[in-house]
Structures are given as C-alpha cells and as structure tokens.
C-alpha cells in the first residue's frame, strides 16, 4: 500500500521520507490530518443536515405542495416516501411533496446528523485534534493509532447512517430522541441502521474521549500546568469526560432497543400494548427508562456542543481585544462545574412524563443551579471586552456574535427549565428556538469563527476578509430572522415536529374550536423558511472562500499572524510532523497581552518576558 | 417615535409576552403570570448585557484605544450580578415553580368533587371512558388491554356497566374539576390542552392523573404533543366540550347505554 | 518527535500513557455496566407482581464460573509479577491458566445458554401451559422432557419454582409434576416459544448482560492469548513495554471479573 503511490510526490520529499498518498491522507496518525478529516467530513455532514431542514422547512410553509427542482430527485431517491401531487382540475402529476413519513426521516436525520455528525466532530474531534496537541505543547495525541481508528469508525458510522437514506422506507423516524415504543414500532429497517450507526459512532467518541484526555494529562510540554492551560484545552478537556461517561448509557439505550427491534425482547415495551406491528410481544418494559438513558446522555450531549464553542470563543476574544481573559480561573472552575452538573439535570426534558413534586423539585433545582456557571462564563468573556484593543476581523465578528446569540439561546432555556411553565412550553417551537439559537447562531457561528481563525496555521494563508465579512453579515441577519419568530409561535402553542407546520391545528381547520393557531402564525412559518433558505445561500461565499483561498488566499507574512501568545503559533507553518522544531518550554500564562512594560503587546507561553 | 419602536416589536415579534394564547382555566393566570415573570428576568439580563456590549463594542473597537488595558475592568459589579440573578432564580423556583408544580400534581381532586375522565390515546386519536351515571369505573388492567378491549376493562365489575366510551370528543360541565387518567394504547403521546394550560405525556403501561377545572364553556382543542409516528400532525379530531350543566347532563343521559355497554367494552 | 511517556511514567503524574487510557476506559465501561444494571433495577421494581422470577437459574455453573474467573484474576496477576521478576516461564505458564478459565468460563456459559434456548413453553389450546426441555421433534408431535403444566396465565415467578422442583424431584412423581417425557401433539398448540431473550424481561435482561459480559471475556482473552503467543516475542525487544502491556490487560481482565461478581448474586441468587 505503501509503495504503489509514494512516488507521485515524491518531488517535495526533500530528503525526508515521504510517507505516500495513503498514508498521508487516509490512513494518517497524525493529529493535525485527522483533525482535518474530521473538519471535512463533519462539515460535508452538515450541509447534508442542512439540505435535509431546507426540504422540511418546505413542507412547514406549503404543506402538501411538491418541492420545486428536487421534488423529482426525491422521487428517484426515495421512493414512494416523496408523494406524488395530482393537479386538481387535470389529475396530471405535477410534482412530489414531502409525505409525513418523509418528513419524519428528514426530521431524525436533521437531529441526528446535526449533532452526531456535524457538530461534536467538527467541535471536539476536528478542532480538538488540530489544536489541542499544539496547545499543549505536545508532538501528537497520547495514542496516534487509536486517533487514527477514531476517524475510521466515525466516518464508518456516517456511512451507515448516510445508507439508511437509500434502503426501502428510507431512514429512522422517530426523532433524534428515538423514543420506543415508537422506534420499535415502525415497520422498516431505518431503525436499525440508526441504531447500528449510533453504537459504531459512540465507540468512536469513546475512544477519542480516551485519547484526548491521556494527551492533556500526559503530554502537557514542561512548564505547562493545569493553571497555564488555555482555556480552550479546558472546554475540550471537560467536554472528553462528558462523553466518556455519558455516552455508555446512551450506548445501552442503543443496544436494548437494538435487542427489542431484532431479538424479540421488550425492554421498552410495557404490557398492555396494542400495537399492529408488536403483536406478539412479551411486555413487561418501561418506555421511560429509554428516555433516562437517552438523556442522561442528552443533557451533557449538549454541552458537549457548547463547551468547544465557548472554547474557541475565547481563545478568540483574548487575541483580537489583545488583553487576558477577564477571570481565567472562574472560567476554569465554571466549565469544571457545569460538566460536573450536567450529569443530573437530564430529567428537565422529561418534566411531563408524569413527575412527582420530590423529582422535580430535584431536577429544576439542578437546572437552575447549572444555569449560574453559564451565566458566569458568559458575564467573564462580556467583561474580558473591557478595556481591550478590539480587532475586527471575521473570527472576531463571529465570535463577538456568538455572545448575545448564546445569551439568548441560554436565557430562553430558563423558562423550561421550571416545569410549570414547561407545562406551556414543552414540544413547542419555543424549545426549537431556544435551542437553535445556542447550537445555530451559538456554536456553529464560534466554530465558522475557530475556522477563520486557524485556517491560516493549517493552510500557510489568509481566506478572504471581504467574503468573510459578507458570510458573517448575511449569516447573522438571516439566522435571527430564522429563528426568533419561533419563540412567537412557541409560546402561541404551536408544536414541533409537525409535517405540516400546524395547519392541522389552525383556526382555518377547526373555525369552532378555542385554541387553534391564528393565521399569522402559519404566515410566520413561510417568512422562517425563506429566512433559512438566505440562510442557507449565504453560505455560498464561505464554501467558494474555504476552497479557493487554499491555494490563492493572501499569504501569511509570519508564523504568528494574529500575533497569539497560546504555543498553537509558535510553531512552523503548516505544522510538520512532531510539530515543534525544538523542545518546548513554557514559562508564562496562557494571555500575556499588552503586559506594561513589554516591548511587544504579546508575550508567547515559550517565551520569556 | 413610540410607535415605530411598537411598530418594529410587532414586526418582528420581539412581543413575546403578546402571543400567549387563549386561557380558559383555573390555573392559567398562575401560568401565565409565571412565565411573564421569567420573561421579565430575561429581558432585564438582556437589556441591560445588551447595552453594555454596544458600549465596549463603540468604546473599545469602534474607537479603539492606543493600547489595551492589562488588568481589564477592576470591579466587582458582575459578582453582585450572578448574585441577583441566582437570587431571583431561586425566588421563581422556591416561591412560584415548586409550589405551583405541587398544586397541580400532588392534590389530584378526588372523585367525589370532581368528574373523572379516562384517556387512552392511539395512533391517530383519542378514547375516553366516561364513569356515567353512577361516577364508578369498572375495574381496569392493563394485561386486559388490546385492540378491541382498549381500556383494559375486567368485564365482570358492575361498576363498569353504564360507563360510556367516546372516540375524540368528550363533554364535561364546565366549573367543575376534572381529572384525566392519561394513558396509551400503541406509542407515547402527549395530551395537551393549550387553551386550559394542561399537558401530559400519554405513556403505555401507566395511567397518570393530570386535572383542572375549566372556567369557559366552549369546545377545546386537544393537541398531540409527543411525536408518535406518520399521523403526528393529523392527529387533530381531539375536542373537550366543555358545557353547561343541563347540557351536560343531557348528553349525559342521551349516552348512557342502556343495558351495559357494547360486549366487548370500548368501542369498535 | 516521539510521543513521549509511552514506556516510561511522567514524573508528575507518576503513570505512563497506555495506563492512563486503560483507567479512563474503565470508567466508561463503569458507566456503561451501570446503565445496565440500573436498567435491571427498574425492569425489576417495575415488574407486574409474579413476572420476575428468582431461581430461575441454576447456581450450580454459575458459582464454578465465579471460581474460574476468580483463579484467572489471580493467575493474570502472578502472570505480570513474574514479568517483573524476568520470569519469562512462568508468565508463560500463569497466562496461559488465564487463557485456559477464559476458555473454561465461555464454554460453560454457552451450556447454559443452550439449555434456555432448548427450553420450550408450550401453550395449550386446552389453556394449559407446558414447561419442558425439547427431547424429540417431528413433523406431528414434540417431545418434552422433566415437563410441568399449569394454567397458561401462571406468571414466571410461580412457575420457575415448579419447574425447579420438578428437575429436582422428577423420581416422587405427585402433584401435576410428570416424572416421564410428554409427548405433544403439534395440533394441540397454539403457541410455542423457547426461552430466549424474547420470553419474559428478566430473560431478557439475563441474556443481554451475561451476552454482553461474555464479549468482553472473549475480547480480553484474544488480547491476553495474543501476549501469550504472537505478541510475547516484544519481552526480547522492548521488556518494560510488554510488562506494560501485560499490565493493561490485567486491569482489564480484573475489570471483567469484577463485572461477573456482580452478575452472579443478581442474577442467580436475588
Ligand atoms: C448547546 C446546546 C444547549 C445548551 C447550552 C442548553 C442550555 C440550557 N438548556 Fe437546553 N436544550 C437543548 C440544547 C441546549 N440547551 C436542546 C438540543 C434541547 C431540545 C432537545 C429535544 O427535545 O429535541 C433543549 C431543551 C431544553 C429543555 C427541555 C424543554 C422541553 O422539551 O420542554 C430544557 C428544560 O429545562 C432546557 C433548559 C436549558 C437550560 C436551563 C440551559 C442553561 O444551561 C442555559 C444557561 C445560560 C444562560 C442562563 C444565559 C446567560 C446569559 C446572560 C446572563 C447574558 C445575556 C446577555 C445577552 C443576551 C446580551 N433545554
Ligand atoms: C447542532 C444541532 C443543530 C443545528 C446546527 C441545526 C440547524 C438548523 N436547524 Fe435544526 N434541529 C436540531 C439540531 C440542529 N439544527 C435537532 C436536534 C432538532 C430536533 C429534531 C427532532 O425533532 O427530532 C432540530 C429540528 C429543527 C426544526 C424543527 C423540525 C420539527 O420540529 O418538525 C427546524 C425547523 O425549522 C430546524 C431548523 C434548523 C435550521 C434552519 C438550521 C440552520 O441553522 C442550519 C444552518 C446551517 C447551514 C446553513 C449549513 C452551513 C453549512 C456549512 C457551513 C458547511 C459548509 C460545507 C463545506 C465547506 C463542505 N431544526
Ligand atoms: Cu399522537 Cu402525536
Ligand atoms: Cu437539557
């Protein structure tokens, strides 16, 4: 394997061994392309995600109405899961929509990939792999071998769960949640790719949680305490043990509905089901200790998708105000607490399963006491602001967007987490915004923001500030447009994962009933979708920038470019193999800027003042 | 000036508070001043971070100064803040949250006072079980339970002979509690009652009581709330008339059967 | 650059790498077995009365299993002290105890497993219900051996102490226990099933720990029989590092054992 394609470049091998195509890009250990695998995939993964919410939004806003263009597409992919649309008058066929079966896949897989796929490898696996190892200080992840299996299961799982799309009856439906009984119900086999692909992903995540957490605690160069750490390494760190400790049940969940779905078993199936397609099951389940194992893994789940965001956050703010993170060790002990309280609040997304005062009390006390270390880490970076140099550059703008958007996301999570005005709130589109604006306008702008960032060390240039500017603009209008009017709807009473966007429950279908949805809020749901179709559009610029500016961007005048003081750029460009040139040791803190006195207004970690 | 600030609020429908729906309940103002109470907390944090920001943003980036400053802000303002704000959380949560939560779950109103409704939701509607006349269930069991004997009825109870069994539309008098014993047949679902500010989780293999009393004659909306397969978003033929007491008990005696229920129980 | 660490402890932390990653790893195999049994806990609080049997299983494999992992917890330890002590031989010969009882213990287990799954449970069209282990199959009839009947909604609680009984005493025939074969018309049938995990929960919960568990011993001793074998020309190479290697895979098979220790007592004794 080695030898067949070695020789094509073997031209810039100057004098060191080149390791080959194969090596070098698919069956690398090196920490720096993995993570560049991971980026690639996770991103190729989120536009699938998005592409799949574009359709949905489309059957929200014209409910039965066939899909413009990839109307026809859907048809040749799936099936008789796109209906066919008859013209009224004609009976001619002009067209598919989206069935509620179809809806319901596109709805699961949105969840699913958007977080499995998309978002946890893009910010743990991709970023943590890049940056972590040079933040420390270290020449590779503890176990490069393992790193490597990481992204081979992962990219294994995806393929599973991409498959699914193509089988007979197409994908799982029953929500990202998967909640049984349901998920056993359904009669196709998109269920059990699902399952099969979450268990090959979770192992995945296992083992780099492993990975990641050897490296920070062994590999840290000389001079790197805990206390030196950038606060990066700390998100990265805490959210390694959210997944290593909270995904294994997740991993049970999987495996029991896997054994209900294929061995006959009824873990999850209570007697006295009636249910067509369960005929002849044993009984005896509890459908509700599916939903503990889910979320127990899906509360930390989301802080999993939210400690990295922060992470870059930081490293961000810090460089372009040119000054120290205002309170680096409360933000240290806040993300030490947080990951530690995520572990008990998962029962806030199940306060209407029929919960007793005593369990409750519990867990909206939970939720309420893991609300304060969010509230802190934010009020540190909104702080850290003061006082600075600030650089608007487009990392910066979209790590300064990500404050208030988080802000919002997180202070709509308030009203849930009591579950008296969850009683309200539950499944309506006020949860869908709540958490879109932390995942969306939160997280996916920090990362484009982490992308920004480093692409200059990974790629030796600039990607263009001009476009970068647009893509942050258009990105941010258009993401507020999307998602505020859903708090509007939320609280109006209008309900998620509906293939219809509630027309069901309209004032129009039921004029006599009291408590249907007035008109308005159907019209907001065709504003929503165009809002997320400009969303989608403005993406454009930053895909053609990514790609195009590899070999055209500016190119960087140093090594140092943003004149950082974390140990990620204090080394060659792009990083070699063993990243450092020389031994590393770091003698000062994590942000040394505009220290009084020093020459320069930056002082690396390397570095003595 | 005024009005085009309304004007744009409205607009955009930053007027959250503005969209809550019709409340026909007895512990809707409870809610709804609730959840307005929280919102008031929210929008105090975001107004006043918002202002803050815009500030450092003009002060610090717009016109930005020749050199940064190494230590930052030197106050002590942001602890006092994460103090009032854990304050006022607990205040929600120890004064409102708990207690509010306590009164609807905890004193379930007994039968005596009360109308009692089972429901057992299927894949798409929902089945009531009605006491009738007598305010009596027949004894239920969930081994019992299957397609045709949907609530699980022991057929024996004589309890059970003049209960009445309804699909999607039930009635009740209005100004009187009621509890509701959710239940499912198939998946989960979620029996919600927007107007009445009521929702729980329809769970097969548990009957749980979920109640109020209903302030507005009328017929209610019953909204699935839990996604429970292809036919989630038409499961809308759930209706709660709610109506006057001679009304009421008209349909009530219009609908009792008059020697026992159909055979098997429940209906076809 | 090398990873450092690989074979040698970082001062600070007193631990080399493979070391720290088998802890963590254990930590979350200690999540994931947790999961588990909590689901056995609620599966059981939450079981109809009578639908959760107790001595269902027999103790009588189950405790020599115990025994058998136990000595290869010890032999596993001896194998890696004599590593240290530059006792090639008897590593060579402790191990390959260990080998041996991994051995020993999935054998076992797979009896077990093959007697549930040729336990059969016949309900009658009669109404009756049969329990019995299937001796002879044809096209018209089955036959059941050690068979006890009952009403068919005899819960599982009830009848695993009859079945036992009738195992155990099937020479004083009395009562409904038959002490010969029964021979079953297929026509007289209405449903029959074996005791798979597709039975009741408490067979199911059995099969997915025990099934899950016996995974976890076959992948510990493939490693293990890997550095007994193939994998033991490392000692000449790079000793430490072997010793290492025995060292991680020790904690994991001690971890396995663990894992069986609590299995036994809830799932053949409580
Ligand atoms: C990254 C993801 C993320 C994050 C960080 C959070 C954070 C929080 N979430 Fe959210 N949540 C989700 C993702 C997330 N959530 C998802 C995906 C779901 C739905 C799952 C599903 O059902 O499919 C969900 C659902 C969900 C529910 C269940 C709702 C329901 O189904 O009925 C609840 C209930 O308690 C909840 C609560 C909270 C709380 C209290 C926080 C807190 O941690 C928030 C704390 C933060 C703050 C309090 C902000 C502080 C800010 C300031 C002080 C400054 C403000 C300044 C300006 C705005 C300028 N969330
Ligand atoms: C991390 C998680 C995440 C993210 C980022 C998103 C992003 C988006 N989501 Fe989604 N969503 C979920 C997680 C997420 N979602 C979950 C868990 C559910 C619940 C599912 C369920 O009910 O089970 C849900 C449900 C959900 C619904 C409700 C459906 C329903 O209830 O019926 C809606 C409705 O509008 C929606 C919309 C959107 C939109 C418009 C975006 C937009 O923000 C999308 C923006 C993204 C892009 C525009 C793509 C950008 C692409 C790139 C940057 C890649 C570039 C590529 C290369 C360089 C190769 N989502
Ligand atoms: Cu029933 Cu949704
Ligand atoms: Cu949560």
Redesign the interface.
Same mark, same amino acid.
């Given at each position: 394997m080695e030898s067949t394609d070695s020789h094509v470049h073997h031209e810039d091998g100057h004098g060191h061994h080149d390791p080959g195509f194969w090596r070098k890009y698919v069956f690398s250990t090196d920490h720096k392309m993995i993570g560049i695998q991971y980026g690639l995939t996770s991103l190729l993964f989120m536009l699938l995600g998005f592409f799949l919410i574009a359709l949905m939004r489309w059957s929200i806003a014209y409910p039965g109405q066939p899909v413009p263009v990839v109307g026809y597409l859907l048809h040749a992919i799936m099936g008789d899961m796109a209906s066919p649309v008859l013209d009224p008058q004609t009976r001619e066929l002009i067209g598919y929509a989206i069935s509620n079966d179809l809806y319901n896949s596109f709805g699961a897989m949105h969840g699913t990939i958007m977080v499995f796929l998309a978002v946890v490898p893009l910010a743990f696996a991709a970023f943590g792999n890049y940056v972590v190892p040079l933040q420390i200080g270290a020449p590779d992840m503890a176990f490069p071998r393992l790193n490597m299996a990481s992204y081979h299961l992962f990219l294994l799982g995806g393929l599973i769960m991409f498959a699914s799309f193509f089988i007979p009856g197409g994908p799982a439906q029953a929500g990202w949640t998967s909640y049984s009984p349901l998920a056993t119900s359904i009669p196709t086999d998109g269920q059990f790719y699902w399952l099969v692909a979450m268990v090959v992903i979770i192992t995945s995540s296992l083992l780099g949680a492993v990975n990641f957490i050897a490296t920070i605690i062994q590999l840290r160069a000389p001079g790197m305490t805990w206390m030196r750490m950038p606060f990066f390494c700390w998100a990265q760190f805490v959210t390694a043990f959210l997944l290593l400790l909270a995904f294994p049940p997740l991993e049970v969940g999987a495996l029991l509905q896997l054994m209900d779905n294929v061995a006959g078993t009824s873990f999850y199936l209570p007697t006295g089901l009636a249910i067509s397609t369960l005929s002849d099951v044993s009984g005896g389940g509890s459908p509700l200790l599916y939903q503990h194992l889910f979320w127990f893994l899906g509360h930390p789940e989301v802080y999993v998708l939210i400690l990295p965001a922060m992470g870059v956050v930081s490293e961000i703010i810090a460089n372009n105000t040119r000054k120290p993170l205002w309170g680096y060790k409360s933000l240290v002990y806040s993300v030490l607490v947080l990951g530690f309280l995520s572990f008990i609040v998962w029962a806030h997304h199940m306060y209407l399963t029929g919960m007793g005062t005593k369990i409750s009390t519990f867990f909206q006390t939970t939720t309420m006491i893991i609300s304060i270390p969010s509230v802190i880490i934010l009020t540190c970076l909104f702080i850290s602001l003061w006082g600075g140099r600030i650089r608007f550059n487009t990392p910066m703008l979209f790590a300064l967007a990500f404050l208030p958007m988080f802000g919002i996301g997180g202070l709509t999570g308030l009203p849930l987490g009591f579950n008296y005005s969850d009683i309200l709130l539950h499944d309506t589109y006020y949860v869908i915004g709540h958490f879109h604006y932390v995942v969306a306008p939160g997280t996916i702008f920090a990362l484009i923001a982490g992308i920004y960032f480093w692409y200059p060390k990974m790629t030796g240039r600039y990607m263009s500030e001009f476009w970068g500017r647009v893509h942050f603009w258009c990105s941010f209008v258009f993401m507020n447009l999307t998602f505020q009017p859903m708090f509007a709807q939320g609280m109006a009473g209008m309900l998620r994962r509906m293939a219809d966007g509630g027309v069901g429950y309209s004032i129009a279908n039921n004029p006599d009933a009291i408590g249907g949805l007035a008109d308005r809020y159907l019209q907001l749901n065709v504003n929503i979708t165009l809002a997320a179709y400009a969303l989608g559009i403005s993406q454009i610029p930053f895909i053609i920038n990514l790609f195009y500016s590899i070999k055209n961007g500016k190119k960087v005048e140093s090594d140092n470019p943003w004149e950082s003081t974390t140990l990620d750029w204090q080394t060659p460009t792009p990083p070699p193999h063993g990243n450092f040139v020389g031994p590393i040791k770091v003698v000062n803190g994590p942000y040394e800027y505009s220290v009084p006195g020093a020459k320069a207004d930056y002082i690396p970690q390397n570095q003595k003042a | 000036m005024i009005d085009t600030l309304t004007e744009i609020i409205r607009l955009?429908? *930053?007027?959250?508070?503005s969209?809550?729906?019709?409340a026909?309940s007895d512990r809707a103002a409870?809610?709804d001043n609730? +959840?307005r109470y929280?919102?008031y907390?929210?929008l105090a944090?975001?107004v006043g971070?918002?202002g803050?920001?815009l500030l450092?943003?003009y002060k610090? /980036?717009w016109t930005?100064? %020749? $050199?940064?400053?190494?230590?930052?802000?030197r106050t002590h303002a942001?602890t006092y803040?994460?103090v009032t704000?854990?304050v006022v959380?607990?205040v929600?949560?120890v004064f409102?949250? +708990?207690p509010?939560?306590?009164k609807?779950?905890?004193s379930v109103p007994s039968p005596e006072n009360s109308t009692q409704i089972r429901v057992m939701a !299927?894949q798409f509607g929902w089945n009531f079980m009605h006491p009738g006349q007598d305010d009596m269930f027949g004894k239920q069991r969930?081994?019992?339970?299957?397609?045709t004997n %949907?609530f699980?009825r022991d057929m024996e109870d004589p309890n059970g002979q003049d209960d009445i069994f309804t699909l999607n539309e039930i009635h009740l008098p209005v100004e009187k509690e009621v509890v509701f014993h959710v239940s499912s *047949?198939?998946? +989960?679902h979620?029996f $919600?009652?927007?107007?009445l500010?009521?929702? !729980?989780?329809a769970?097969? /293999? *548990?009957s +749980?009581p979920v109640w109020c009393k209903p302030l %507005?004659e /009328?017929?209610? !909306?019953i909204?699935?709330? !839990?996604?429970?397969?292809? /036919?989630?978003?038409?499961?809308?033929g759930g209706?709660l008339n709610i109506d006057s007491q001679s009304d009421y008990d008209s349909w009530l005696a219009l609908n009792t059967p008059a020697d026992g229920p159909a055979a098997v129980g429940g209906f076809e | 650059m090398e990873v450092p660490y690989t074979d040698t402890n970082r001062p600070d932390t007193g631990l080399y790498n493979a070391k720290v990653g088998i802890w963590l790893f254990l930590a979350s195999e200690v999540m994931l077995f947790g999961a588990l049994f909590s689901a056995y806990i609620l599966l059981r609080v939450g079981a109809m009365p009578g639908h959760w049997p107790t001595g269902l299983l027999d103790v009588g494999p189950g405790f020599v299993n115990t025994l058998v992992l136990i000595l290869s917890s010890v032999t596993v330890v001896m194998a890696w002290a004599s590593l240290k002590l530059n006792d090639f031989k008897k590593f060579k010969f402790y191990q390959g105890i260990t080998v041996i009882c991994a051995l020993l213990f999935v054998v076992i287990k797979s009896f077990e497993y093959k007697s549930k799954f040729t336990h059969h449970d016949v309900i009658l069209k009669d109404g009756m219900r049969v329990d019995g282990h299937l001796v002879e199959e044809t096209d018209e009839f089955i036959v059941l051996s050690h068979p006890v009947s009952y009403p068919a909604e005899k819960g599982i609680r009830e009848r695993a102490v009859a079945i036992k009984e009738a195992e155990h005493h099937a020479h004083e025939a009395g009562g409904d226990h038959h002490h010969e074969d029964r021979k079953i018309m297929l026509d007289d049938i209405e449903k029959r099933t074996t005791w798979g995990p597709w039975a009741n929960t408490y067979l199911a919960i059995y099969f997915t720990l025990t099934g899950l568990h016996a995974l976890h011993v076959i992948a510990g001793a493939l490693v293990i029989a890997y550095f007994w074998g193939p994998g033991s020309k490392m000692w000449k190479t790079h000793p430490e590092q072997f010793a290492n290697r025995i060292e991680v895979s020790g904690l994991f098979w001690h971890f396995v054992d663990l894992v069986w220790i609590f299995l036994f007592p809830i799932l053949y004794l409580l």
């Open positions: - | 955009f429908n *930053l007027d959250w508070m969209h809550l729906p019709v026909a409870d809610l609730f +959840i929280i919102h907390l929210m944090l975001f971070w918002s803050y920001y450092v943003l610090f /980036g930005r100064p %020749k $050199k940064a400053d190494y230590h930052g802000a942001s803040l994460e704000v854990a959380e607990v929600l949560l409102f949250a +708990i509010l939560w306590a609807v779950v905890e !299927q969930f081994d019992l339970v299957n397609e %949907k699980g *047949l198939d998946v +989960i979620s $919600k009652v927007i107007a500010r009521m929702c !729980q989780d769970i097969p /293999g *548990l +749980i %507005k /009328g017929r209610y !909306q909204n699935c709330a !839990q996604l429970c397969g292809n /036919g989630h978003s038409a499961m809308t209706f | -």
